[in-house]
């Protein structure tokens, strides 16, 4: 069984920043690749940043330049550090993996959502 486990997130005035933080644990499993989404209140779920294994980040045209992904692939962790935030990047922001477990085979994991609240 393998669990995704988000930190960080919070209230932040316009122009602050924030970082998350988005652990993997369990056993036997290797990633291929992390990502965070946010869902905003009424809008789609979307995709804010990703790094794939060996591969470089890619962001969304609305956060470039103002967030960086980071991976750890000893700790199985992946951060988001969030600058220059605005009102409109308030949602719950979700981690997200595609994780190989031996034995059982890949699929897509979620994290549980940390709220990101920007506002004055």
């Known amino acids: 069984q393998v669990q995704l486990v988000e930190s960080g997130g919070g209230l932040v005035q316009p122009g602050g920043s924030l970082s998350l933080s988005c652990a993997a644990s369990?056993?036997?499993?290797?990633?291929?690749?992390m990502a965070w989404y946010r869902q905003a209140p009424g809008k789609q779920r979307e995709l804010v940043a990703g790094?794939?294994?060996?591969?470089?980040?890619y962001y969304a045209d609305s956060v470039k330049g103002r967030f960086t992904i980071s991976r750890d692939n000893a700790k199985n962790t992946v951060y988001l550090q969030m600058n220059s935030l605005k009102p409109e990047d308030t949602a719950v922001y979700y981690c997200?993996?595609?994780?190989?477990?031996?034995?059982?085979?890949?699929?897509?994991?979620w994290g549980q959502g940390t709220q990101v609240t920007v506002s004055s």
């Open positions: 369990g056993s036997n499993f290797n990633i291929n690749s």
């Open positions: 997200n993996a595609f994780i190989l477990v031996h034995g059982i085979g890949s699929r897509n994991y």
């Open positions: 790094v794939i294994t060996g591969g470089g980040p």
